[in-house]
């Protein structure tokens, strides 16, 4: 079975901290995503990784970074929290090449103040 | 302009009572077509992927089913833990990123 696994399920920052989440997964899968999820807004793409050091700004890049040093780890980087980051943030990772279903991890819940 | 459509955006059924669940689409070339469900406070869980119209998959009380512009996730006697959001994604042929649907959030009452 695909495991994603991401480093917190509940986080609470304050406004103008530097955020970190990280999201693993264990099938040496090539591509690598991170989305947001809001009410009425529906899942929403960050930044995606299509290989080691690699990555693609999705729809809505803007106050996030990423990183991608290893095959099984994908960063996100909140460079100064605000309040309008709180939202549900989802891993997912999916093989290179073949099928195409991408496969989440658990969330985390992130609350800004 | 690729979009996805999914309808209704809520359905209450009683425990029992089959339905189906509908995701229209436009895209520039069909790679696949996805169904996940998300439960409340969680992630996505993958069900099923088509990629041909005509093509139909199944797993206990699902079934998906897909045409040219549209798929249908057909529930069954549902039970109260079918109860859950699900997503529909189509990847086009386009690009890496998926183009995702709003969800359907399916009630079912014991």
């Known amino acids: 079975d695909v495991k994603v696994t991401q480093s917190s399920r509940y986080l609470v920052k304050r406004t103008g901290e530097k955020v970190f989440l990280e999201c693993v997964q264990d099938?040496?899968?090539?591509?690598m995503f991170w989305y947001r999820q809001d009410p009425g807004l529906g899942l929403r793409l960050i930044y995606f990784?299509?290989?080691?050091?690699?990555?693609e700004k999705g729809d809505i890049p803007e106050g996030y970074s990423v990183s991608r040093e290893k095959k099984e780890r994908f960063s996100l980087i909140l460079e100064s929290a605000s309040t309008n980051q709180t939202s549900m943030y989802l891993c997912?990772?999916?093989?290179?090449?073949?099928?195409?279903?991408?496969?989440f991890g658990p969330g985390t819940r992130l609350t800004v103040t | 302009e690729d979009q996805v459509t999914q309808s209704p955006e809520a359905l209450r059924l009683q425990e029992g009572e089959s339905s189906s669940l509908n995701c229209s689409y436009t895209?520039?070339?069909?790679?696949?077509l996805f169904w996940y469900r998300q439960d409340p406070g969680k992630g996505p869980e993958f069900l099923f992927t088509?990629?041909?119209?005509?093509e139909e998959k199944e797993k206990e009380r699902l079934k998906a089913t897909l045409t040219k512009k549209e798929s249908f996730l057909h529930i069954t006697a549902p039970k109260p833990e079918d109860s859950a959001t699900y997503l529909c994604?189509?990847?086009?042929?386009?690009?890496?990123?998926?183009?995702w649907g709003a969800g359907t959030k399916l009630i079912i009452k014991p």
């Open positions: 088509l990629y041909s119209a005509g």
């Open positions: 997912a990772s999916r093989t290179g090449g073949g099928s195409y279903e991408q496969y």
């Open positions: 990784s299509y290989d080691v050091k690699m990555k």
């Open positions: 099938m040496d899968h090539e591509n």
């Open positions: 994604a189509v990847q086009p042929d386009s690009n890496y990123q998926l183009i």
């Open positions: 895209v520039s070339g069909l790679r696949g």
